[in-house]
């Protein structure tokens, strides 16, 4: 059996088998044989993306009723500047808030001193820190995985403090159709994304991914017509009309034993780039005719992809190592600068000592890009001009971090994917 089919195996087994009390066992036999360093499985077929800054963009997109209008058709990023923070975030504190998996707890950090402050329990195994559409929350998804004690717990981001945790069905990830009217709650053990109130949590619809195993991660077209989600557990992407709310087709990437993480457009909407950790490098998918049309080498354990403030780079987390169990700390973990306007990867920053960069955001003014050291229980604060590191340690298997307050119109989810 491949290493990834094994890894797709334990999550699953370990969903179906905790209620049984065999989780345990079954995690020990999970820990892959595998060098952590170990070359990545890079397709072989695809190639880098020509430059596509001498073509034209259009003149406007067109947005369905109810959704906020583009401002700029050729940089979808234009509202999310240093200096574009709503009326709705004034008197936010600012934190960085980092949910830790294996301690059930969420660790509050104060940018401006880089030391924790705070620390307080919530639901069972939280993995995101999302921010609401209307800006006003911030949800921590506790997917409690292999259980039935699923919750969300609300953060007030006026004061930093957690409410009682509401009961939702596997919220692996979170994220907001572009109207405001629905949370997306991606169901990612059920193979289902559940629209409900996103207030409440009540359900509204579901839709069913049967062809996407380990669905988790996504991001929306120019147009705000669809969203495209990764498919974790078997290397590809589905696509969903937003308008119909259905399934319009299913895409399988190139690469062997494919593992996609995160998913961000381009400024101009013409390209999708998918991070895959066995791949160690990110996927060109043309989101309109949903191809693949290449591929862009960036390092170990690709993951979270962060645009950068003024919209013009593209931060790539490698997380030092392809392997889903038995990961140990200080993996060649890195960051990846990728140039929007050319494709190509122009800066590359280790983790000094070694380390595990995973999910996270940019601080307002664009000069820190916060991430989570996943297997060194540690948050990284890296310098966007230079590369420089500070780490400040955390709780154990730190994850979704979230940066906030943060500029933008409204938030589609995620850790912070703004508008």
């Given at each position: 059996?491949?290493?990834r ?5 334990c ?5 179906a088998?905790?209620?049984?009390g ?9 820990s ?8 990545p ?6 190639a ?7 073509i034209?963009g ?7 009723p109810?959704v ?15 200096g ?11 934190r ?13 950090i ?9 620390t ?8 995101h820190?999302v921010?609401?559409?209307d800006?006003q929350?911030?949800w921590v ?20 403090k ?16 572009p ?5 997306i ?8 994304l ?32 669809f ?23 299913y ?10 993480q ?6 101009d ?12 490098g ?25 645009p ?8 790539i ?16 973990g ?5 140039d929007?306007?050319?494709?190509k990867?122009?800066?590359?920053w ?12 940019v ?11 996943r297997?060194?229980n540690e ?5 966007t001009?230079?590369?420089s590191?500070?780490k ?28």
């Amino acid at each position: 059996m491949s290493d990834r089919a094994d890894q797709a195996r334990c999550r699953r087994g370990r969903i179906a088998l905790a209620t049984v009390g065999v989780v345990a066992l079954l995690a020990a036999s999970c820990s892959s044989s595998s060098d952590a360093n170990a070359k990545p499985k890079t397709p072989t077929s695809a190639a880098t993306r020509p430059s596509t800054s001498a073509i034209p963009g259009p003149s406007s997109v067109a947005t369905p009723p109810g959704v906020a209008p583009v401002v700029n058709p050729v940089n979808l990023y234009s509202e999310t500047g240093p200096g574009k923070l709503s009326a709705a975030v004034r008197g936010d504190l600012p934190r960085v808030y980092v949910p830790n998996r294996a301690d059930s707890s969420v660790s509050v950090i104060d940018p401006a001193t880089m030391k924790v402050i705070d620390t307080f329990p919530v639901g069972l195994y939280p993995q995101h820190i999302v921010p609401s559409w209307d800006l006003q929350t911030l949800w921590v998804t506790n997917n409690a995985e292999g259980t039935d004690q699923g919750s969300v717990t609300t953060i007030d981001p006026r004061t930093g403090k957690a409410g009682e945790p509401i009961k939702v069905e596997d919220p692996y990830n979170m994220y907001f159709t572009p109207d405001g009217k629905s949370a997306i709650v991606v169901a990612e053990a059920l193979h289902r994304l559940d629209f409900r109130d996103p207030h409440t949590m009540q359900m509204q619809s579901s839709i069913d991914v049967p062809g996407c195993d380990g669905v988790n991660h996504a991001d929306f077209t120019i147009d705000s017509r669809f969203v495209i989600f990764t498919c974790e557990f078997n290397g590809g992407l589905v696509k969903v009309d937003l308008t119909k709310k259905a399934v319009t087709g299913y895409l399988k990437l190139s690469g062997q034993d494919g593992m996609p993480q995160d998913i961000r457009s381009s400024p101009d909407g013409r390209i999708f780039y998918v991070a895959d950790m066995m791949a160690g490098g990110v996927y060109l998918i043309d989101p309109t005719a949903f191809t693949e049309t290449g591929f862009v080498p960036t390092g170990i354990g690709t993951h979270g992809l962060y645009p950068s403030r003024d919209g013009k780079q593209l931060y790539i987390a490698n997380r030092g190592s392809n392997h889903v169990a038995g990961n140990t700390p200080h993996n060649p973990g890195s960051v990846s600068v990728l140039d929007f306007a050319t494709g190509k990867v122009v800066a590359n920053w280790p983790i000094p000592a070694g380390g595990s960069p995973d999910m996270g955001n940019v601080s307002v003014d664009g000069s820190r890009l916060w991430l989570s050291g996943r297997y060194d229980n540690e948050v990284y604060s890296i310098n966007t001009k230079d590369g420089s590191v500070v780490k400040i340690p955390v709780g154990s298997e730190p994850h979704g971090l979230t940066v906030w307050p943060q500029p933008g119109r409204y938030s589609l989810g995620h850790t912070g994917n703004m508008r």
